[in-house]
């Protein structure tokens, strides 16, 4: 049902304020404050003006408390649109407990939308209520008959294009008999006296904002690489072409998303050679995060590349094997980047007229200066530059975008350029790769971007990863957060993956790719790279520095997990989001449990792992039979879904040993036996 709320009700606040804001005598002013209360909507994201995030065809399920004095009876609806339309959608929505009502709509489309909840006193049907009572306990008077016929007469002058001038003809007709009360209970009169009611004290709850977003906002896996790299000589510059050879075998990984570091042309000025020297060789390739040169700018490509067309190539070649270009978005210089000469008041210049190079000490990046969003010259022409960045490579077919560093960047402008980006391309995505604060990563995500690196990459045990997700799962992030599980990074070289071996990369990565819709691995990790800088989490003969060509059929490689994580992540929904796991008992600190329901309910996708890449532990374990609706000893079918076997368990209680070699069991638990 549409709706074009002609007549707004008012919204909801308290009395106190309405009094302490208004002049005139007090009880002139509260008499016309809000009777009823309308509060605690959810789903609803605290701090601001800011969108809870779903998917397109995802059923939205609201709830809210409303009530008012006596045992007046309430209407209370669920109104919802995108931010575009001039029309609601409203729905009645069904009381629950406690003054709690519910109701669902469904994200039919891309884009921003709202929500809100009115209510207001239903008087028709708080008589119909209270008559239908009087009736079966058989104390009807014919005053009471008489008042309802005076609802409808009202009614109908009230809206006099119905019918219900008819009915009310009908009703004077009628006698107080048990002919009269059933039209006075009649379920067409009902429906038509709520399409005439003219909603007294309504009040309105404050609207909520909802993006509606593809689904590879939430469940997506990504593989990131350096093109520079794709070959096989280190004295030659790999070229997008070059990166289309690979694509078959990044496909066959089962990712969707291929992202790159930036692709511009590099400065020279304080080029970093190997493992970030202050000193660069004449071929060193230099870091692709110093973004400018004599070439061009963030809306230039490296010439070793091969330019635009190139990249159009790839872009075509990748569709064709189902996998999606992302892009860094990283706003930052070289110091011979063309905005330093043509746009100086954009940038920080020190009191001596020097440059002011970027710096997180300890750490110097003297290859890099930094833009100054509020400079001389920076409203709004360095904002709109850097939005027009974006809409340029959306243009070239990239709707997917990893943000370097948002958290040290502005949040008005984050805010800003993101509505404005996704107005018009509502598929557009955005990835803040922000290892900092919790506050800061959370306030990023509410202001615009769609999903988040997180502290997964650090969190090795099991408390500390259950509590981590538990968080994620059932607090306030669930509403806006989505968490992306990158295994690791070119910046980020766990200890735990430096010291632990190939045992060590499979619990990683069976961990991300079961714990998250979301899952990120940097090339290099399916061969277990992680000869580190000693002392650091960096790897030694950093890629950022080096054309780096490696031997993508190493021995040892876990290509084969990452194929099979991939394939069942794609046929099982339940592995498509975080917001469903659940940690079940398992008796040893180093085993960690848990399992994620289908949405259907039809069955569950179970996860352990050892978390010890070293030493094989043993424990006891509950079989969730409960979540099946199950007694504590009946059986349940298992499939195995990394060796590909079936069974049954027989009660809650099992035991289980695993060894690194093998350190983690996924299996598929559906009601009933297997024959």
């Known amino acids: 049902m549409a709706d074009a709320l002609s007549a707004a009700p008012r919204a909801a606040s308290s009395a106190s304020a309405i009094i302490a804001a208004s002049p005139g005598p007090a009880e002139s002013v509260a008499s016309a404050s809000p009777r009823l209360v309308v509060e605690e909507v959810t789903p609803h994201v605290v701090g601001g003006d800011f969108a809870v995030r779903r998917i397109v065809g995802e059923t939205v399920t609201v709830e809210a408390t409303v009530y008012t004095d006596g045992h007046e009876q309430l209407a209370v609806h669920l109104l919802w649109r995108a931010v575009d339309e001039d029309v609601w959608h409203r729905v009645p929505m069904v009381a629950l407990p406690t003054d709690r009502w519910t109701a669902d709509f469904t994200l039919q489309r891309l884009g921003r939308h709202e929500f809100l909840v009115e209510g207001w006193l239903d008087v028709f049907g708080g008589f119909r209520r209270d008559f239908r009572k009087k009736l079966d306990a058989g104390v009807a008077q014919p005053v009471d008959f008489m008042e309802g ?301 769609s999903q988040s690196y997180t502290y997964f990459t650090w969190r090795d045990g099991k408390q500390e990863l259950t509590d981590y997700i538990t968080e994620l799962t059932t607090a306030a992030p669930q509403e806006f957060y989505r968490p992306h599980f990158f295994v690791n990074t070119p910046d980020i070289n766990p200890v735990f993956l430096q010291t632990s071996g190939r045992p060590g990369f499979r619990i990683r990565a069976v961990l991300a790719a079961t714990l998250s819709g979301l899952f990120g691995v940097y090339s290099g990790f399916e061969l277990c790279e992680a000869d580190p800088v000693p002392g650091k989490e960096e790897y030694n003969d950093s890629e950022k520095y080096i054309v780096k060509p490696r031997d993508w059929n190493a021995p040892g490689n876990i290509i084969q997990d990452i194929a099979m994580l991939n394939r069942i992540r794609r046929q099982y929904p339940a592995l498509q989001t975080h917001l469903n796991t659940k940690f079940f008992v398992a008796g040893d600190d180093n085993i960690i449990w848990y399992g994620k329901p289908d949405p259907d309910g039809a069955g569950m996708i179970c996860v352990m792992v050892n978390m010890d890449p070293r030493e094989g532990h043993e424990c006891a374990f509950q079989v969730p039979l409960w979540e099946f609706g199950l007694d504590d000893d009946a059986s349940i079918a298992v499939e195995d879904l990394a060796e590909g076997y079936r069974f049954n368990w027989y009660g809650k209680d099992q035991t289980i040993r695993i060894e690194p070699d093998q350190p983690y069991r996924i299996w598929r638990l559906t009601a009933g036996n297997l024959a």
């Open 149 to 449: 016929r005076g609802f409808v007469a009202a009614a109908a002058k009230g809206v006099p294009a119905t019918n219900l001038a008819a009915w009310s003809a009908k009703l004077e007709a009628s006698g107080d008999d048990m002919a009269g009360a059933a039209l006075l209970l009649s379920d067409e009169l009902a429906a038509l006296m709520a399409a005439a009611d003219q909603r007294p004290f309504a009040l309105r709850s404050p609207r909520q904002l909802l993006d509606a977003e593809r689904i590879a906002a939430r469940f997506s896996s990504w593989y990131e690489l350096f093109p520079r790299s794709i070959t096989p000589d280190a004295s030659r510059h790999g070229t997008f072409d070059d990166v289309v050879t690979r694509l078959p075998q990044i496909r066959d990984m089962g990712f969707d998303t291929l992202y790159f570091p930036p692709i511009h042309p590099i400065g020279r000025t304080n080029r970093k050679g190997p493992n970030n020297t202050l000193i660069a060789g004449p071929d060193d390739p230099g870091s692709p995060y110093a973004i400018g040169a004599v070439e061009g700018g963030h809306d230039a490509v490296h010439p070793d590349l091969g330019g635009f067309e190139a990249f159009g190539r790839l872009v075509k070649a990748a569709r064709a094997h189902g996998l999606e270009i992302a892009l860094d978005f990283a706003i930052q210089c070289s110091p011979d980047h063309p905005w330093l000469i043509d746009h100086p008041g954009w940038f920080a210049w020190r009191p001596d007229g020097s440059m002011k190079y970027a710096e997180n000490p300890p750490k110097k990046y003297q290859d890099i200066v930094n833009v100054d969003f509020y400079g001389p010259d920076a409203v709004p022409g360095l904002w709109v530059a850097l939005r027009d960045v974006v809409l340029l490579w959306v243009e070239h077919g990239v709707k997917t975008f990893r943000v370097d560093n948002p958290h040290t960047k502005p949040l008005p402008f984050w805010e800003w350029m993101i509505a404005d980006v996704r107005a018009e391309h509502p598929d557009v995505i955005f990835l803040a790769e922000a290892f900092t604060r919790p506050t800061m990563m959370y306030r990023l995500a509410k202001v615009g971007f």
